[in-house]
Nanobody, 115 residues
Framework: QVQLVESGGGLVQPGESLRLSCAAS????????MGWYRQAPGKQRELVAS???????NYASSLKGRFTISRDNAKKTVYLQMNSLKPEDTAVYYC?????????WGKGTLVIVSS
C-alpha cells in the first residue's frame, strides 16, 4: 500500500521559514518524480515544485528563489524548504509521487502565514 505522509506545516508569521517533509512508503522511491503542490482556499491546486528521479527540478515561476525542493532517497523523503513566507503562501501543501500513470497523493499539511 502506497502512503505519502506530509508533516511540518503550521502557523508562522510573514517572513519566517518552514520545512515540509513527505515520507513515502510502498513505492520504489528513487524511481519516482516527487512533487509539492498546494491548494489555497477557493483556488485550484497548483504545482509548487517537483524533482525528477534524476534530480532535475522544476518550480512555479512565482516561487523560485524562496522555495527549494530536495529529496533523500535513503530516507524515502522529499522536503520543501520555504523561506520568506507570505500570507499568500497560506494553503494546504500536498506531496505527489509520479512515474507515468496515476500519481499518488498525500493527505496534505496546512501552512498558515499570518501575523
Amino acid at each position: 500500500q502506497v502512503q505519502l505522509v506530509e508533516s511540518g506545516g503550521g502557523l508562522v508569521q510573514p517572513g519566517e521559514s518552514l520545512r515540509l517533509s513527505c515520507a513515502a512508503s510502498g513505492i520504489i522511491f528513487n524511481i519516482y518524480a516527487m512533487g509539492w503542490y498546494r491548494q489555497a482556499p477557493g483556488k485550484q491546486r497548483e504545482l509548487v515544485a517537483s524533482m525528477s528521479s534524476g534530480g532535475s527540478t522544476n518550480y512555479a515561476s512565482s516561487l523560485k528563489g524562496r522555495f527549494t525542493i530536495s529529496r533523500d532517497n535513503a530516507k524515502k523523503t522529499v522536503y520543501l524548504q520555504m523561506n520568506s513566507l507570505k500570507p499568500e503562501d497560506t494553503a494546504v501543501y500536498y506531496c505527489n509521487a509520479a512515474r507515468g500513470g496515476t500519481p499518488y497523493w498525500g493527505k496534505g499539511t496546512l501552512v498558515i502565514v499570518s501575523s
